[in-house]
């Protein structure tokens, strides 16, 4: 009894096939965690969706669709143009420095509200500005890699 | 006294810089010490190690105490662990004694902070000590219980907390098993395609300042980046300058137990892992409520409501940083993000850091006592210029965040693109995940942990055998597996109380 008991317990690991043995249990894990939140908390969800004490919606009610995907839009944008411009001017940090100025003005732009005069001047010398000094400062006084 | 040779006037440059950048951090919402802590990450690639240290902690320090300005100011919690002080703070200002609210709130930051650092200096290396002994079964337990913790004490269910480390977890095992820890070098949780840039897993830093800089910046494009504080700035700023309530030290007369209790619960919340300091500062804050001989004043502008929070919050930096340096396991996030930093200067933190260290060790301790020294001085002097801070307009502010992440992302393996796509990848995933009840703190810890777990878990299999060995190998492994036991059962037995209430 005992022994078959500890012969249950036992475990012999393959070395070939060590590298999934983690991530099998992790995964098992993972896949009773989800049932189990399913199982318990599954109903009342259903239920307070029926009684309309909560909604599916995902995002919020009346979020701002043109900054939130303009964000990734521009931010996808700004890393695809910087490796390209980046091959251009390889190790001088340049394609970091030229594409950082559009996308900061870009993005300030998308940001900002009540948009006059006054602002337009700040996002301009900020754009141009900010990236110019983390250029200087972090590549070409700290050394650092910039695309 | 070796480590003396180490404090160059520049460390204190560096730890008075990072106060400065932590405080504007912080007191402008919708940041938070984390981010600050991630976003000036690469500035110390190019810096030695306590001079880098000396920064970030400078960050950490101002990033938790910046928070209590615009709470108090503005009833908008610059940090969420200054929740607390918005309780009393702002009725503070209404009643026109912003200032003193303002400075009660900073004497009480730094005698939190101070006392965090004492027991740091004196705890910190009697855990190590204690943990040399570890093999790595009780290793595995302790990351099981740190796992345990944050579960039981996250804020929605225990059961999506762990989920959520358990997911971390996952996301660490991507990329090869290494042969340097005694894997077979073969990889995993991946297709073929993805092989190239997936060989070394993701990259702890991008995943960080993707989650915690980008993430945070789309949960706020969602709301539109509206700028709250401009449109109230004007009232609010002239109330906190009004002379009407002039602070003087007698706040604090009779608040010394309250400064003092709040001051340890903040640094023992900061050592459990994971939990954050919004936690500190409400069992605090619910603490003094208690013990308080005038509980119904509490909530309506009374100052010890804000020395409660305000000591409980800044307690947390020295508290989350024992874990960290004892056991290489981070408090919460923003040590989390600390852990990336020790790794970039090729140091291994755990039981053995500071025994092997102890300049570093003896250097960073002066620089977090500096930097709550600091921030005081700044804090209490400079405080109307701070007040200013705030209105910085976000417009401004978040193309200069996400170039300051990309810089952070692509420097760190000295040039890699794939990781600045990591940093979008878990920019995204952040604030899906955030939606989806996916909870950060735990997911991060998981992340961090995730691969050390494995190899203590499967090389214990590999040397004895049987799964019995984590419950029979020493002592210890049975106590920790006590204290797993009580951690759970506290989550449980809270949330039944919850759910009766």
């Given amino acids: ?147 | 006294m070796e480590f003396l040779s180490l404090l160059s006037p520049e460390l204190f440059l560096f730890v008075v810089a990072g106060v400065i950048v932590g405080i504007v951090f912080g007191a402008i919402p919708g940041m938070t010490a984390t981010m600050a802590v991630a976003v000036c990450l690469p500035l110390t690639y190019s810096l030695d190690m306590v001079n880098g240290l000396g920064l970030l902690l400078g960050l950490y320090v101002g990033g938790i105490s910046g928070g209590l300005v615009p709470a108090i100011l503005l009833n908008i919690p610059g940090t969420p662990s200054s929740i607390t002080t918005t309780f009393d703070g702002y009725p503070m200002t209404q009643n026109g004694e912003g200032e003193k609210a303002l400075k009660t709130g900073i004497t009480s930051s730094l005698f939190g902070g101070l006392l965090s650092v004492f027991i740091l200096f004196f705890f910190a290396p009697v855990l190590a000590d204690f943990a040399i002994k570890f093999s790595y079964i009780e290793k595995f337990l302790i990351i099981l219980f740190a796992l345990s913790v944050i579960a039981s004490l996250s804020k929605k269910s225990m059961l999506v907390g762990i989920f959520s480390g358990v997911l971390g977890i996952w996301f660490s095992l991507i990329g090869t098993y290494d042969i340097s820890v005694g894997g077979n070098g073969e990889t995993r949780l991946m297709f073929d395609f993805m092989e190239y840039h997936l060989e070394s897993g993701f990259a702890l830093l991008p995943v960080l300042i993707g989650l915690f800089g980008l993430g945070t910046i789309l949960e706020e494009a969602e709301k539109g980046v509206k700028d709250e504080v401009q449109s109230v700035n004007g009232a609010a700023l002239s109330a906190a300058t009004a002379k009407a309530g002039k602070f003087s030290f007698s706040v604090f007369k009779g608040q010394y137990v309250n400064l003092f209790r709040s001051g340890m619960i903040g640094t023992f919340v900061g050592m459990l892992p994971g939990v954050g300091g919004s936690a500190a500062s409400v069992l605090s804050y619910t603490q003094q409520k208690n013990f308080s001989k005038d509980p119904s004043k509490l909530g309506t502008g009374a100052p010890e409501g804000v020395i409660a929070s305000e000591s409980a919050n800044n307690g947390l930096t020295g508290g989350a940083l024992v874990p960290l340096l004892s056991l290489g396991i981070p408090g919460d996030s923003t040590t989390a993000v600390l852990i990336g930093a020790f790794t970039l200067q090729g140091l291994q933190v755990g039981p053995l850091f500071i025994g092997e260290h102890l300049d570093i060790w003896h250097s960073m301790v002066v620089a977090l006592l500096s930097a709550n020294i600091a921030m005081f001085l700044i804090m209490f002097f400079a405080i109307k210029y701070i007040a200013r801070v705030i209105t910085v307009p976000k417009y401004l502010l978040y193309p200069i965040i996400i170039m300051m992440c990309v810089v952070g992302a692509y420097a760190i393996n000295y040039g890699i693109m794939f990781d600045v796509w990591t940093l979008l990848l878990f920019g995204v995933l952040g604030f899906v995940g955030s939606k989806l009840g996916i909870e950060i703190a735990p997911f991060i810890i998981g992340f961090i942990l995730g691969k050390s777990a494995e190899v203590y878990f499967v090389k214990s299999l590999e040397s004895f055998g049987s799964f019995t060995i984590f419950f029979t190998k020493s002592p210890i492994a049975v106590f920790l597996w006590v204290l797993i036991l009580v951690s759970i059962w506290f989550s449980i037995y809270s949330s039944k109380k919850g759910s009766q209430a």
Avoid: C
């Fill in chain 1, 1 to 147: 009894m005992g022994d078959s008991f500890s012969k249950l317990l036992s475990v012999n690991i393959d070395f070939e096939q060590s590298h999934m043995f983690f991530p099998k249990i992790i995964m098992w894990l993972l896949f009773l965690l989800f049932l189990l939140i399913v199982v318990l908390y599954g109903r009342k969800f259903l239920e307070d969706l029926k009684a309309g004490r909560r909604s599916i919606r995902f995002f919020e009610e009346n979020f701002d669709k043109i900054r939130l995907f303009g964000t990734i839009g521009v931010v996808i944008l700004y890393f695809v143009l910087m490796d390209y411009v980046g091959v251009l001017f390889p190790n001088t940090g340049l394609g970091f420095l030229l594409v950082s100025i559009p996308f900061m003005m870009s993005l300030s732009f998308l940001y900002v509200h009540d948009l006059n005069k006054k602002k337009t001047i700040i996002i301009f010398l900020n754009s141009i500005i900010a990236p110019t000094a983390a250029w200087y400062i972090l590549g070409n006084l700290f050394n650092i890699t910039l695309p």
